[in-house]
């Protein structure tokens, strides 16, 4: 596990994830605690902790690398959640799909969507 690069919240460039659960997730050879974004420009740790934290601001990141995603996935944790159609609608602007979906299904579906080099994005909640 690379501490550094933890504790900055970040790590760089597109990864797998190679495990989920015990309230985290395992990519790039490291464990991180918590919710993440993977991004285009690499992964981010996210604040939210519950699908009730899906707001618009909650996105900005995502929003931020809109350009660069064709689809967003949302891991809601370990069941669906619906995304209020406000926030939905806001993030349709960035002219990309979205789908919400359990964590699980949308870190799987992340997954082969990266290993096609497909222009994915995944926003999920930690699950236990």
Same mark, same amino acid.
């Given at each position: 596990?690379?501490?550094?690069?933890?504790?900055?919240?970040?790590?760089?460039?597109?990864?797998?994830?190679? @495990?989920?659960?015990?309230?985290?997730?395992?990519? !790039? $050879?490291?464990?991180?605690?918590?919710? /993440?974004? &993977?991004? =285009?420009?690499?992964?981010?740790?996210?604040?939210?902790?519950?699908?009730?934290?899906?707001?618009? @601001?909650?996105?900005?990141?995502?929003?931020?690398? !809109? $350009?660069?995603?064709?689809?967003?996935? /949302?891991? &809601?944790? =370990?069941?669906?959640?619906?995304?209020?159609?406000?926030?939905?609608?806001?993030?349709?602007?960035?002219?990309?799909?979205?789908?919400?979906?359990?964590?699980?299904?949308?870190?799987?579906?992340?997954? /082969?969507?990266?290993?096609?080099?497909?222009?994915?994005?995944?926003?999920?909640?930690?699950?236990?």
């Amino acid at each position: 596990m690379n501490a550094g690069r933890l504790h900055e919240g970040f790590v760089p460039g597109r990864h797998v994830i190679d @495990a989920y659960g015990n309230g985290g997730f395992r990519f !790039a $050879d490291m464990s991180h605690r918590g919710s /993440i974004l &993977a991004l =285009p420009s690499g992964v981010h740790a996210w604040a939210a902790v519950t699908p009730a934290d899906f707001t618009f @601001a909650a996105f900005a990141q995502v929003m931020a690398e !809109a $350009d660069d995603i064709d689809t967003l996935l /949302i891991g &809601a944790g =370990p069941e669906i959640a619906f995304l209020d159609e406000s926030v939905r609608a806001r993030l349709k602007q960035g002219n990309m799909a979205i789908d919400v979906m359990s964590t699980g299904s949308a870190a799987r579906i992340y997954n /082969i969507m990266v290993a096609e080099n497909r222009r994915v994005a995944a926003a999920l909640l930690a699950v236990g």
